[in-house]
């Protein structure tokens, strides 16, 4: 018996951090062998913030970053396909055909669109339909179950509105995948004022080594540390027992713990950009394969492909 399929992923905009750890990839840790797995690198959707060339010129590195340090916090790659989205053939074609089966008000109204926005240069079409180009990674591989921070639930009920409307339509059975939502863990900055967040650099990333961690909880000024051990103690005790942080220092300690041997690992790997591309490569075949299965499943029942769109007719009126 197949096992149910499993989607998750991330864009390519630079190193991940302790919370994103915390807050989307620890579930899926926890469960992705379990499932036959894919890990989506969203490069089309990191345009939506991030477009520039300078951008797309860091892009190669950053998504080699991020396979090795999914990799080095615990995804086994004999379990979890690595695929580049826009090398999906059959991407953009679902992607269009979706995104007519959708209310706009429902994405003018989406608040974790609205929240994107307000940390973006501008708003533009792409950001409006991010939700539904998410739909299209997510329908096209045939999720099953899809682990989700809380920030992206409103996001998964966009993809829900758009299968209901395609089965509702045309009969079909697309099924609509289950969400797993991973722990409330946002993890406050090292500013003390933001969530952790890369475009505030105000991070503990997951490349930082034991001497680099040290150093960043170390300068935080004593009058702010009863904070910052407060929600870490929280937001940690989520994923590991924190009962014996008793002071500052345990807290040290517990985030090294956990990071540094991600960062050690992900140094290693980074050693060999062959083995992660090959890895990448292997994973969006895989991909492609799994969404031309879904694309023809939706397509020639309806008539809309090239090759079915004619047949019955022999002649017009």
Known sequence: MSKDILITGGRPTGNLHLGHFLGAFKKTVDIHKNYNSFFIIS????????????????????????????????????SINFYL?????????????????I?????IDNDSIN????HSQSFSLGLLAYSVM?????????????????????????????IDSINKEYSSSLKKPEVIQSVQANIIGLDLKNKMSKSLDNCIYLKDDRDIIYQKLNNIEPKKRYDLLM????????HYDTKFIANYSD??????????????????????????????DEGTQKANEQFSFTVNSIFEPIKFTSKSIFEGIDKFE
């Open 43 to 78: 490069n089309f959707h990191m345009l939506t913030t991030k477009k520039r060339l300078k951008d797309l010129e860091e892009m190669p590195k950053n998504i080699l970053d991020m396979v090795a340090e999914c990799i080095a916090m615990g995804m086994d790659p004999d």
């Open 85 to 101: 989205q826009s090398n999906i053939i059959e991407m953009p074609k679902l992607y269009t055909f979706i995104q007519n089966h």
């Open 103 to 107: 209310n706009i008000n429902s994405l």
């Open 115 to 118: 929240e994107m926005k307000n």
């Open 134 to 162: 998410e739909a299209a990674d997510i329908i096209g591989i045939g999720a099953d179950v899809v682990p989700v921070g809380v920030d992206n639930i409103d996001h998964l009920n966009i993809t829900h509105q758009i």
């Open 231 to 238: 929600n870490f103690k929280e937001a940690l005790g989520q």
């Open 251 to 280: 807290l040290i300690d517990l985030v090294i713990e956990i990071v540094d041997p991600i960062s050690l690992k992900r140094k290693e790997l980074l050693s060999d950009p062959s083995y992660l591309i090959k890895l990448i």
